[in-house]
């Protein structure tokens, strides 16, 4: 019965303390979510921030179900094209690793397509998520050149 209570945590009290991560002080210092920093007692990211923050920025045009920052996983609802109303996509990632690596961050792509007034699962493409994480991998990047920058 102990999983309950965890569970409980991690459904109500995480999206509460999710506004925990970052500093009141004015400046720009991205968490690279590698601790505590010296002299400091912000709370960290779970994850490396730079995926975190860019995959937020990545899936902006997504009406998010469920982002938690300290176990790495952003679920988006189901997304209707405009221009394809008879399909809607669904998107979750995986942030895995504290450091900036391709190999620490999962795309999983669902899709769904309309046949009548019924959704149907429908087998998405799998360059859909590729192409997600590439580009969630190099707005990290930038993210991480943007901030060294301000550091020098």
Same mark, same amino acid.
């Given at each position: 019965m102990r999983v309950l209570p965890a569970l409980f945590c991690a459904l109500v009290l995480a999206p509460a303390l999710?506004?925990?991560?970052?500093?009141?002080?004015?400046?720009?210092?991205?968490?690279t979510g590698?601790?505590? $920093?010296? *002299?400091?007692?912000?709370m960290t990211l779970g994850v490396n921030s730079y995926l975190w923050h860019a995959s937020l920025? =990545?899936?902006?045009?997504?009406?998010?179900?469920?982002a938690d920052p300290f176990g790495g996983v952003i679920?988006?609802?189901?997304?209707?094209?405009?221009?394809?109303?008879?399909?809607?996509l669904k998107v979750t990632v995986y942030i895995m690793d504290r450091t900036l690596? $391709?190999? *620490?961050?999962?795309?999983?792509?669902?899709?769904?397509?309309?046949?009548g007034n019924v959704w149907?699962?429908? =087998?998405?493409s799998p360059d859909t998520a590729h192409k997600l994480e590439d580009s969630i991998l190099t707005r990290a990047r930038e993210l991480?050149?943007?901030?060294l920058g301000q550091s020098g």
């Open positions: 999710a506004g925990c991560g970052s500093s009141n002080d004015g400046s720009k210092d991205m968490d590698t601790g505590i $920093a010296s *002299g400091s007692s912000r920025d =990545t899936l902006s045009f997504l009406p998010l179900t469920s679920i988006s609802e189901w997304y209707v094209a405009p221009t394809s109303p008879d399909e809607r690596r $391709a190999d *620490g961050l999962k795309v999983v792509v669902f899709r769904q397509t309309r046949n149907q699962d429908a =087998t998405p991480r050149l943007a901030t």
